[in-house]
């Protein structure tokens, strides 16, 4: 491909973005006129119509659209190697933006982060704080922290925490009325605090193991919620039984708020890792986050 030809594909993709050859000369820092000709012996040379015109408004046909698309992901990443080749001579600096559940956050991200963003001030980092599973290559985030179990196969996984487990518990108050369950069956008898899934907008079915033994049990009660704190508040309140993180409600449980039952139904299961797409490249600023959070036992 002739030089030129690369550097009207640049001018055609300003256009096509802006839908203006206005704005688009503005953007470029050229006439209107001089880009308007330089579109045309783009077309002229490739024997295609890449742009409609009309008297309002300028638009891609098809074909321009089909280029339009090609374009896009190839100058991204080439902007992408330039972020990071000119970072390498500076110190780590730029944003980060990370998508964490609210139970990542509070008991491994932000305790690890804090101290490090304090030694790199030039670092930005931006939370989006939610218990879904995003796709961090088209919302643009660098990275993401989910539990071992829920990452895609063609996602890097760094471990920055240890394995960790969900736990039943109900307040001193609630077990006065109400019998203590033997199993995980007789948690339908009861008044449970359910927890809304964010990716799918359904309820989460409790699930339990034991000697091999797979149950997953679909609760009811008064109270839903989408996040943990609030879950648990309720629980020590005396409003229902709750499936929590263990790491959130050990305080209670020892100080004796919280009660927790079927403990042998309850295992282990593999911790929060930090993912991220295997083709990124990393930059100074993102390696400095990674080995924040880097897991050592």
Same mark, same amino acid.
């Given at each position: ?8 594909? $640049?001018?055609?993709? @300003? ?12 953007? #470029?820092?050229? !006439?209107?006129? %001089?880009? !308007? ?10 024997? +295609? ?10 638009? =891609? ?5 089909? +280029?339009?698309? !090609?374009? *896009? /992901?190839?100058? @991204? ?6 972020? %990071? ?29 804090? =101290?490090?963003?304090?030694?790199? =001030? ?10 879904? #599973? ?27 925490? /240890? ?15 109400? /019998?203590?369950?033997?199993? =995980?069956?007789? $948690? ?9 899934? &964010? ?13 091999? *033994? ?9 109270? %839903? ?26 305080? &209670? ?33 993102? @390696? ?8 050592? @036992?």
């Amino acid at each position: 491909m002739d030089r030129n030809d690369l550097t009207d594909m $640049l001018w055609f993709l @300003a256009v096509a973005e802006e839908r203006s050859f206005t704005r688009a000369a503005a953007k #470029l820092g050229t !006439s209107q006129p %001089t880009l !308007s000709h330089t579109i045309k012996q783009l077309e002229q040379r490739l024997g +295609l119509r890449l742009l409609t015109r009309t008297t309002r408004s300028v638009a =891609p046909t098809d074909v321009g659209e089909r +280029l339009l698309q !090609s374009l *896009r /992901p190839r100058l @991204a990443e080439i902007e992408s190697d330039l972020t %990071t080749l000119m970072a390498m001579r500076e110190k780590p600096s730029g944003l980060v933006r990370l998508t964490v559940s609210d139970h990542a956050y509070e008991t491994l991200v932000w305790p690890k982060l804090q =101290p490090v963003l304090l030694d790199y =001030p030039d670092i930005r980092v931006e939370f989006s704080i939610d218990n879904g #599973l995003r796709n961090i290559v088209e919302e643009r985030l660098d990275a993401g922290v989910r539990l071992g179990e829920s990452l895609d196969k063609d996602m890097i996984a760094v471990r920055i925490g /240890p394995d960790w487990r969900l736990v039943v518990v109900g307040s001193p108050d609630y077990f006065a009325h109400h /019998p203590i369950p033997q199993a =995980p069956q007789d $948690l339908v008898q009861h008044n449970c605090i359910n927890h809304r899934q &964010a990716r799918s907008g359904g309820l989460y079915a409790w699930e339990f193991e034991k000697d091999g *033994r797979d149950i997953r049990v679909r609760v009811e009660g008064q109270l %839903t919620f989408n996040t943990t704190t609030p879950m648990i508040d309720a629980v020590i309140k005396g409003l229902g039984i709750g499936f929590v993180p263990e790491n959130f409600a050990r305080e &209670a449980i020892a100080d004796g708020r919280l009660v927790q039952v079927l403990d042998e139904w309850c295992p282990a299961f593999a911790g929060y890792h930090l993912y991220y797409p295997s083709r990124r490249q990393m930059s100074p600023a993102f @390696a400095v986050i990674v080995d924040a959070l880097r897991y050592r @036992a």
